[in-house]
């Protein structure tokens, strides 16, 4: 028979204890008993007890309602259900059970069906008031759990929600360039900021040398930078680039993949590479190394430089097709300019001259190098709208009519025309647009005055005019150097940029090998 549970039986009428002992143990409960209030107290102490029956006077100063109390006060949590008896019908006695706790109150001698009901029902009570702790206990525990688990959630969302955004950010700005220099300066540079790290490279294949070689770097020496080249297959970046798997490792020497491959400069113990895959080929790999706190990465940390290295190889790859098509451009409209050497035999050689000079006067006035770049490619092409010249008009000796004159001052408005479907030359346009403006505002096409003029056109225009002094043309001979320098001083402030006309000369002087005829 299943255990109902135990009964402590408090009474000093043995006959009658023992009678209901054995009545109790049929109905399937254990039974403990106290003939004394103080023994009831010690067994209370130690055992689980489900029910107290209790006499109420007992063979002892303490009676059974004083020995009720003392227990319960020992186990305030476990609210043993109590079921008193008593003989004497006592004024007081019914108050006091009741202050005690007590849930009935029996007189003897008792009906034995009526008791066992009693004990039933208080008992199913208890069990009920008992179930509803152990429920709400439980519904505490799983709200406690649901709440650890909702900041666990919470922190993966947020931490997932702050990768992709900086990611979207990240690719944001990729797309803003098609530089590859520029590109793989971002790439670098934020994948550091990001990471919180010391060292970042990213290297590219060289297809033709069939080696890796340190395309951008943060934290690292030019000497490393400069030194690096690795074949497919070697040390750990061509492992890396060969196999096309990303790599995690928390402690270089003991990671059976690298430990005895011969180690690349820049790499510490904890490292991550993943590899630059474009349309299944590899491009490159980017390493990311020393945490600044000096932690060891983690996989979030992977998924991470993942993410950067998915749109680096797209960025990487957009960049050097942009440069391929430029450099198409560029020879399509150096052809071009060609055309207008061929019509024009006086000005051959015209070109490399004034954009050797403009570069020399520029690097001279400390332009930085983006610059010096633009005015480099704006010598090149600054006569390109001569091509809509006529042939006549541009070998013609003596003076030009006025219509004539008229066609020529339309050539740098043409040459923009030429070259504006080409927008990365947009501030190449302008030099070629205003390369005939004179300083004192005198010259074509807008007549633009002064540092309005900006100042590559300034440079063209010396370096255009010295040349032009000193090759033969079909209306003038050529000037020696010292009259073309003559020549300069005298329209410095009128046609020239003086600033410009002092660079030029102090060049000429220092260095008069630059003068070519
Ligand atoms: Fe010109």
């Not at 399509?332 to 050689?349: C, E, F, M, Q, W």
Request: aromatic share 6%; charged share 30%; net charge negative.
């Amino acid at each position: 028979m299943e255990n109902r549970g135990l009964i402590l039986l408090i009474e000093d009428d043995d006959l009658f204890r023992e009678s209901l002992t054995r009545i109790l143990e049929r109905e399937g409960f254990s039974v403990e008993y106290a003939r004394k209030g103080r023994e009831a107290i010690e067994i209370a102490k130690d055992k689980d007890i489900s029910l107290i029956i209790s006499d109420i006077r007992l063979a002892d100063n303490m009676d059974g309602i004083e020995a009720v109390k003392k227990i319960k006060e020992f186990n305030p949590s476990k609210k043993i259900p109590v079921i008193v008896m008593t003989a004497y019908s006592n004024d007081d006695a019914p108050v006091r059970a009741l202050k005690a706790g007590v849930d009935d109150y029996i007189y003897k001698p008792i009906a034995l069906d009526y008791f066992m009901l009693r004990i039933k029902k208080i008992m199913d009570v208890a069990n009920l008031q008992r179930q509803e702790k152990e429920y709400i206990k439980e519904i505490r525990r799983m709200k406690d759990e649901l709440a650890q688990y909702n900041i666990i959630l919470e922190n993966k969302v947020r931490d997932k929600t702050n990768e992709l955004t900086l990611l979207f950010e990240i690719g944001k700005e990729l797309t803003s360039s098609l530089r590859l220099d520029e590109v793989l300066h971002i790439i670098v540079e934020r994948t550091s900021e990001v990471l919180k790290i010391e060292r970042c490279s990213l290297l590219l294949l060289d297809e033709d040398e069939n080696e890796l070689f340190i395309a951008a770097a943060k934290g690292l020496s030019h000497d490393v930078i400069a030194g690096t080249h690795i074949n497919m297959g070697e040390k750990i970046s061509g492992w890396i680039l060969e196999n096309k798997s990303p790599v995690l490792v928390d402690d270089i020497e003991k990671d059976e993949r690298f430990k005895s491959r011969s180690k690349e400069m820049y790499y510490t113990h904890s490292f991550i590479s993943v590899p630059l895959i474009f349309k299944g080929k590899g491009i490159g790999v980017i390493n990311v190394n020393n945490k600044r706190s000096r932690e060891v990465f983690s996989k979030d940390d992977l998924h991470l430089v993942e993410g950067i290295a998915d749109q680096a190889s797209i960025a990487v790859e957009n960049a050097r097709l942009y440069s391929n098509l430029k450099g198409v451009y560029l020879q399509v409209v150096a052809a071009l300019t060609s055309i207008v050497d061929i019509k024009d035999h006086y000005t051959r050689g015209h070109c490399e001259r004034v954009t050797n000079y403009a570069v020399e006067i520029a690097r001279k006035m400390n332009l930085p190098s983006k610059r010096i770049e633009v005015i480099r490619l704006a010598s090149q092409l600054h006569d390109l709208g001569k091509i809509g010249v006529r042939e006549s008009i541009l070998t013609k000796p003596g003076k030009l009519t006025e219509e004539e004159w008229e066609e020529v001052k339309l050539h740098p408005a043409r040459g923009v025309e030429i070259l504006k479907p080409l927008t990365f030359l947009n501030d190449v346009m302008e030099l070629v647009e205003h390369h005939h403006e004179h300083y004192d505002g005198k010259g074509y096409p807008e007549g633009q005055k002064g540092d309005n003029i900006e100042l590559g056109a300034r440079i063209l225009a010396v370096a255009d005019s010295f040349d032009a002094m000193t090759t033969k043309r079909s209306y003038a001979n050529a000037l020696s150097l010292d009259e073309a320098i003559e020549e300069l001083k005298k329209c410095s402030g009128t046609q020239f940029d003086p600033q410009v006309v002092e660079a030029f000369i102090k060049l000429l002087k220092e260095n008069p090998r630059i003068f070519s005829k």
